[in-house]
Each structure stands twice: as structure tokens, then as C-alpha cells.
Nanobody
Framework: EVQLVESGGGLVQPGGSLKLSCAAS????????MNWLRQAPGKGLEWVAG???????TYADSVKGRFTISRDNAKNTVYLQMIDLKPEDTAVYYC??????RGQGTQVTVSS
């Protein structure tokens, strides 16, 4: 059974930082492209960043230069380091594998 468990969300002030983690199991993590998605209140699901098995990375324009996706294949974990957070980054953040499985999400709130 595929399991993706996100953690690390919380309340942070504008300009602050957070690091999200996603622990994966039930599939071959090391050969899977992994993604971070987010859903802001009242909006649809938005792709944020992706990382391939060879660690090649891509980002949405809205987060480029502020977010960094990484992975540790030994720990079956993917990360999202977020800096210079803005109120518009407020959302539930999900990790997903390339088969479309997604975790339950972790809430990130950016507010003063």
C-alpha cells in the first residue's frame, strides 16, 4: 500500500522559513519522480515543484528562487525547503508520486 506522510507545516510570519518532509513507502521511491503540490483556500490544486530520480528539479514560477525540493533515497523522504514565505503561499501542501498517489497534506499558514 502506497503511503505518503507529510509533516513540517505550521504558522510562520511573512519572510519566514519552513521545511516540509514527506515520508514515502509502498513503492519504489528511488526510481520515482516526486512532486509537491498545494491547495490554497478556495482554489484548485497547484503544482509547486518536482524532483526526478536523478535529482533533476523543476519549479513553478511562483516559487522559483524561494523553494528548494530535495530527496534522500536512503530515507525514502522528499523535502521542500521554503524561504521568504509570503501570505499567498498559505495552503495545504501535499507530496505526490508520479503514479498520482498523494498524502493527506500539511497546512502552511503565512501570516503576521
Amino acid at each position: 500500500e502506497v503511503q505518503l506522510v507529510e509533516s513540517g507545516g505550521g504558522l510562520v510570519q511573512p519572510g519566514g522559513s519552513l521545511k516540509l518532509s514527506c515520508a514515502a513507502s509502498g513503492f519504489t521511491f528511488s526510481s520515482s519522480r516526486m512532486n509537491w503540490l498545494r491547495q490554497a483556500p478556495g482554489k484548485g490544486l497547484e503544482w509547486v515543484a518536482g524532483i526526478k530520480s536523478d535529482h533533476g528539479r523543476t519549479y513553478a514560477d511562483s516559487v522559483k528562487g524561494r523553494f528548494t525540493i530535495s530527496r534522500d533515497n536512503a530515507k525514502n523522504t522528499v523535502y521542500l525547503q521554503m524561504i521568504d514565505l509570503k501570505p499567498e503561499d498559505t495552503a495545504v501542501y501535499y507530496c505526490a508520486n508520479d503514479a498520482g498517489s498523494r498524502g493527506q497534506g500539511t497546512q502552511v499558514t503565512v501570516s503576521s
